[in-house]
């Protein structure tokens, strides 16, 4: 089964920087697309980003583009999420979870069917 650990959470000021780590284990952990979705109370979670199995891919939501990015160490494996430049509106619950449905064509990365969820790490942005 596989399990996820968020970790790198934290408070921080407007235009200040933070990264977050997902750490997958269990059967197939390397295995899966991984997205960062996060979620603020009273709304659905929202993917923000998603990283290709072999890390050489990624996509991310246009709210994000150039201002968050996403990497991932195989031997490791886990994924980050670089998050410069941080706005108020970032504060969130930030988690991380295999990918069960993806597209990949040319650039293009979509990923969907999330399923497994870690306990998630809390981004507060406020000055």
């Known amino acids: 089964q596989l399990q996820f650990v968020e970790s790198g959470g934290g408070s921080v000021q407007p235009g200040e920087s933070l990264r977050l780590s997902c750490t997958a284990s269990?059967?197939?952990?390397?295995?899966?697309?991984i997205g960062w979705l996060r979620q603020v109370p009273g709304k659905e979670r929202e993917e923000i980003s998603c990283?290709?199995?072999?890390?050489?891919?990624?996509s991310d939501a246009t709210a994000v583009k150039g201002r968050f990015t996403t990497s991932k160490d195989r031997t490791k494996n886990t994924v980050y999420l670089q998050m410069n430049d941080l706005k108020p509106d970032n504060t969130a619950i930030y988690y991380c979870?295999?990918?069960?449905?993806?597209?990949?064509?040319?650039?293009?990365?979509?990923?969907?069917?999330?399923?497994?969820w870690g306990q998630g790490t809390q981004v507060t942005v406020s000055s």
């Open positions: 269990g059967y197939g952990a390397g295995n899966y697309a």
């Open positions: 979870s295999a990918a069960r449905a993806v597209r990949s064509f040319g650039g293009v990365l979509e990923c969907g069917g999330f399923e497994t």
């Open positions: 990283i290709s199995t072999e890390g050489t891919k990624t």
